[in-house]
């Protein structure tokens, strides 16, 4: 199983990036096969099965809190009951804050070659001018998302 992990701080939009990532997954075609994914934003765990770019049928799991050990432990079991992945997306915690190596731990995940984490970071600007530098990040960052799903290892999209 391949991983893509979205890293950072506590509120600087992991979630929320996983969120926007998991409704543009189901706009192409996806569809749900265990979990849910909410109407609007609010933290889920959601298996989808949908066609790579090589037309293969795929597997993805994705989370999006890991807040706590409990949380952690829930996704496990939501992992473990729902088959098999060809593909994890996940949010973590940067460095070595808590509860980041709970998570490798629970989960089983080695960092290697078959990981690839995308660290995020604070918009620190102020007044006018903090929507516009957020747009644009969020912006940026779905980007560089949807870049490397679209290549080696997932081609996904």
Request: charged letters at 20%; aromatic letters at 12%.
């Amino acid at each position: 199983m391949i991983s893509l992990l979205i890293g950072g701080a506590p509120s600087v939009g992991k979630s929320e990036t996983i969120y926007r990532l998991a409704n543009h997954l189901i706009g192409k075609g996806f569809v749900i096969v265990a979990g849910f994914i909410p109407v609007t934003f609010n933290d889920f765990k959601v298996v989808i099965e949908g066609k790579n770019i090589n037309g293969q049928i795929i597997r993805i799991i994705i989370n999006s809190p890991t807040d706590t050990v409990g949380i952690i432990k829930d996704f496990k079991s939501f992992f473990n009951n729902n088959g098999k992945y060809d593909f994890l997306i996940s949010s973590i915690r940067d460095s070595d804050f808590y509860p980041r190596q709970d998570f490798f731990k629970i989960m089983g995940i080695i960092e290697n070659d078959n990981l690839i984490e995308i660290p995020l970071g604070k918009i620190t600007r102020r007044g006018d001018n903090f929507s516009t530098a957020l747009k644009w990040y969020k912006n940026k960052i779905d980007k560089l998302i949807g870049h490397i799903l679209s290549n080696k290892p997932f081609e996904i999209i």
